[in-house]
């Protein structure tokens, strides 16, 4: 019994040992604990940085590039609220400076003083009647296409001054105060003018010179935002490329790249995310904190066109996000990506054969592409990245169209590099007949007669 009972304990200790060895064993070292941490911190830290670097690169676009900030405003010419809100300016603005006394000018000298006895007992109709007539002037003239013209050399003109004003000089028409960003809007009311002259109103040429201001920007922090548009503007170019290189770095320094991958690139899906969100929850507070005299119609306009391309910017990164993920994740070891990459190439070995039953024969190509399949595959790949990288302002059906081309490609690749199918061997008769040998002469058989 005490032998079996020393047998028992050292067969106790031995699984011990053997739990304890593999619970060891199993433990990643530190050098890998080490590597895994600093992954996830470039990973993390390029992930917050990426919203910034958006906001910078869309930044540097509008404020430093002048036909991408026209292009950018161009859609306001023809927007309904817009155009309302333009035409009740122009009016409140001409109405200020016309004399309803100078009226008269062109009445008959014999009839002015009924005309002037007139005037006095409408007052205020006749006001509201020249006032709605230089409405109606005003919103036909920014109705018609003409106004497209009239407003895209004004914002041009403007461009330059709006640029020294959110990047530190105060110069030009565009004035930066404590609170409040200004436009001198005097141009584009003298093109009114002049239209409404050409309409017929010919006291519209009498007004003098008008300067009004138009309020684009109104916060109690325009101080701080004035120096962060000076410092996007000059980061606009390396923050974004910073972002991605941290990540990129994090995904190299890991020791399971793959699940690394399809993390990061969530990541950055989610934090292109997040900034989508935070410039939805913006729009809201910004109407909200406008005056009650700005149309919150046309503000809503102004703030949606302006930032469209940014959103363009939000939709990219977290397609192409997800993009990453999911390849990273197919051509990873678990069940359902396995099954995945089964169908594939079920699916392009069924049709190769189909093709070589046909008669298909693809000569020295196909021997090529299956011995440089994996140098072809990176090259599209890369090539696919270069193509996104140097588009001039992808969108996200820009990605998404570039991804199905790359999947595409690849599925003509691996059509390529797949074996040909063996062709049947030739029908051959069932049971055939051997020929039968010649008989010789039978020695009774009668002979022939000649």
Not at 272 to 283: D, E, N, Y
Not at 304 to 314: E, I, M, Y
Request: hydrophobic share 50%.
């Amino acid at each position: 019994m005490a032998d079996g009972d020393s047998a028992d304990e050292l067969a106790v200790l031995r699984a011990r040992v053997a739990a304890l060895e593999a619970g060891k064993a199993a433990a990643p070292p530190p050098r890998h604990r080490l590597r895994s941490f600093f992954s996830a911190v470039l990973i993390v830290l390029g992930c917050v940085l990426l919203p910034l670097g958006i906001v910078a690169s869309w930044t540097a676009d509008i404020v430093g590039d002048t036909d991408r900030y026209v292009q950018t405003v161009k859609p306001l010419a023809s927007d309904p609220d817009v155009q309302a809100a333009v035409a009740t300016r122009v009016t409140n603005a001409l109405m200020e400076h016309i004399d309803l006394q100078s009226l008269l000018e062109g009445v008959a000298p014999d009839q002015r003083p009924l005309a002037a006895k007139a005037l006095g007992k409408l007052g205020g109709s006749l006001e509201g009647a020249v006032s709605s007539f230089v409405h109606d002037r005003a919103q036909d003239i920014v109705a018609s296409s003409a106004f497209e013209t009239i407003w895209t050399d004004a914002n041009r003109a403007i461009h330059t001054s709006l640029d020294r004003a959110l990047t530190g000089s105060d110069e030009g028409a565009v004035k930066i105060e404590t609170d409040t960003v200004t436009i001198d809007l005097a141009p584009v009311i003298e093109r009114v003018k002049e239209r409404l002259v050409a309409s017929g109103m010919d006291v519209a040429g009498k007004i003098p010179e008008i300067h009004t201001d138009f309020t684009v920007v109104k916060s109690d922090d325009i101080g701080k935002v004035k120096t962060g548009f000076a410092l996007l503007q000059a980061m606009g170019v390396w923050l974004p490329v910073i972002a991605v290189l941290l990540v990129v770095g994090g995904v190299l320094l890991a020791v399971r790249r793959r699940r690394t991958l399809v993390a990061a690139a969530l990541g950055v899906a989610f934090a292109a995310i997040v900034l989508g969100v935070a410039l939805t929850v913006f729009r809201t507070v910004y109407l909200n904190a406008l005056p009650a005299t700005v149309s919150p119609a046309a503000a809503g306009s102004v703030y949606d066109t302006l930032v469209r391309f940014l959103r363009t910017s939000v939709r990219v990164f977290a397609t192409l996000g997800i993009l990453i993920a999911l390849a990273a994740w197919l051509s990873g070891p678990s069940r359902p990506a396995v099954l995945v990459r089964g169908l594939w190439h079920s699916g392009i070995t069924a049709t190769r054969a189909t093709a070589d039953h046909a008669g298909m024969r693809l000569g020295p190509v196909g021997p090529f592409v299956r011995r440089y399949r994996t140098w072809i595959t990176w090259i599209l790949v890369a090539g696919a990245a270069a193509a996104l990288v140097f588009w001039s302002y992808p969108t996200g059906a820009v990605v998404v169209g570039i991804a199905l081309t790359l999947l595409f490609v690849l599925a003509v690749v691996a059509f390529l590099a797949e074996e040909p199918a063996e062709q049947p061997p030739a029908e051959k008769p069932t049971n055939p007949q051997p020929p039968r040998p010649p008989q010789p002469p039978s020695p009774n058989a009668p002979t022939p007669q000649v």
